[in-house]
């Protein structure tokens, strides 16, 4: 297949562009700085339809994962960037598909898993899931992240693309041993003796690993019959206070210092990000892909954080 990467220049589209391209399949990340990779790259400005559009003209699939990074403060000027590189990089995509002569037939754009709400209750997954933006005493920055999300999938609805299928990946935070990536960042607080819980620890944790998002690329590209939103997420999201614990159990650490909601919200002034990262309780299911056969190599997260240690400690 070719297989082209708007945004696949971050931690999510290298390691989704290396898998395909191991794979032997033809790859084009689009970029705004191109460097260069083992893959091929091409300009982009994720804001209008230019050269890079005939990349779309006859290639398999488009996932397009461009979008700012929400690892900020969000001060007026981040959030008009992190609203507009996604709303405005899936119109170009869209319109670049709408003229294509020979469109790709699927249509994989990143959404987020932070549309549904805080809660603790109960699960959300695509069909019973409640999206965010009501909950009482939410602070202004979580109503904007649900915001922004359900914007970016309205920006896919509007795109008219008939003979192209759709898919929302509403997708948890991607663990992999990279460095920089997420991971490496909760396994470096463990090891400093940090990796307690976040809080009152109670808020739960979606997430994925590596292996598990590119597979199910791999099912979603296969399945016809899929479209719209699909959760990508383990079918096991746990506690916070439960998922420092497992990652200290599987790097050995035994303590991990606490770090109550005053000290995170100093702590991320000064880191300038958001506390919403850590605090939002992320309760997401995979609910379409486990309905359609889907099946997770690593479905828990001591399986995955086990995994995931043993492999980053291999290529340190």
């Not at 032997?24 to 890079?52: C, F, I, M, N, Q």
């Not at 981040?78 to 699927?106: F, M, Q, Y």
């Not at 009501?134 to 970016?152: M, N, Q, Y």
Request: charged share 25%; glycine share 10%; hydrophobic share 40%.
């Amino acid at each position: 297949m070719k297989i082209v990467v708007p945004g696949g220049s971050g931690q999510v589209g290298t390691l989704a562009a290396r898998a395909f391209h191991a794979d032997g399949h033809e790859v084009v990340v689009l970029s705004r700085h191109p460097a260069p990779a083992p893959w091929r790259t091409a300009a982009w400005d994720a804001r209008t339809v230019g050269d890079w559009a005939g990349e779309l003209d006859g290639a398999d699939v488009v996932l397009n994962l461009a979008g700012r990074s929400v690892n900020c403060r969000y001060a007026p000027e981040n959030r008009r960037a992190i609203l507009e590189s996604r709303v405005d990089s899936t119109r170009v995509v869209g319109a670049a598909i709408a003229r294509a002569k020979h469109p790709p037939r699927v249509w994989l754009q990143a959404s987020t898993a932070t549309i549904y709400g805080h809660r603790y209750d109960a699960p959300n997954d695509e069909a019973t899931g409640i999206l965010g933006g009501s909950e009482p005493g939410a602070p202004d920055t979580w109503h904007f992240s649900i915001d922004v999300a359900k914007a970016w999938e309205a920006a896919l609805d509007a795109a008219e693309t008939p003979h192209t299928r759709k898919v929302k990946l509403r997708s948890a935070m991607t663990m992999s041993p990279d460095p920089g990536g997420i991971f490496d960042v909760l396994s470096g607080l463990v090891r400093r003796g940090l990796g307690g819980p976040a809080g009152d620890g109670r808020q739960y944790v979606s997430w994925i690993h590596e292996q598990d998002f590119v597979r199910a690329l791999y099912w979603l590209l296969e399945r016809d019959d899929l479209d719209g939103p699909v959760n990508v997420a383990s079918p096991n999201p746990l506690p916070n206070a439960e998922f420092m614990r497992a990652l200290r159990e599987a790097r050995g650490v035994p303590f991990g210092l606490p770090a109550a909601k005053w000290m995170l919200e100093i702590g991320a002034v000064f880191l300038r990000t958001e506390t919403e990262l850590i605090l939002k309780s992320r309760r997401v299911i995979p609910g379409r892909l486990l309905q359609s056969g889907f099946t997770f190599t690593h479905p828990t997260w001591h399986q995955a954080a086990t995994d995931l240690v043993r492999r980053s400690r291999s290529r340190a």
